[in-house]
């Protein structure tokens, strides 16, 4: 079993950042691949970020590349989504979650733990 907690949401301007914070306990971290989502209201979850256990390979949606940037810190266990340049479009949900799926998978079918979201909002 893998715990995910999210922290870091809040309320933002357009052109503001944020960063988002996942911290995971229980079994190896470093042994699963990590991806953030998000869904907005009336809207399917969808695929925002990821990254491969060493952090060597990443992967981002079309709508944030350029501006968003996932990382990991191994040692404290922890996941990072660096949002710059945000939007109203941004406003969501976003969930961290962990993949025992080797390569960048986009497909939330496909990502067996889940972290209970944390809300960001982008004011225009």
């Known amino acids: 079993q893998v715990q995910l907690v999210e922290s870091g949401g809040g309320l933002v301007q357009a052109g503001g950042s944020l960063r988002l914070s996942c911290t995971a306990s229980?079994?190896?971290?470093?042994?699963?691949?990590m991806g953030w989502f998000r869904q907005a209201p009336g809207k399917e979850r969808e695929f925002v970020a990821a990254i491969n256990w060493t952090g060597g390979k990443l992967n981002y949606a079309d709508s944030v590349k350029g501006r968003f940037t996932i990382s990991r810190d191994n040692a404290k266990n922890t996941v990072y989504l660096q949002m710059n340049s945000l939007k109203p479009s941004d406003t969501a949900v976003y969930y961290c979650?962990?993949?025992?799926?080797?390569?960048?998978?986009?497909?939330?079918?496909?990502?067996?733990?889940w972290g209970q979201g944390t809300q960001v909002t982008v004011s225009a």
């Open positions: 979650a962990a993949s025992s799926i080797e390569g960048l998978p986009t497909a939330s079918h496909t990502y067996t733990y």
């Open positions: 229980g079994r190896s971290f470093s042994s699963y691949g």
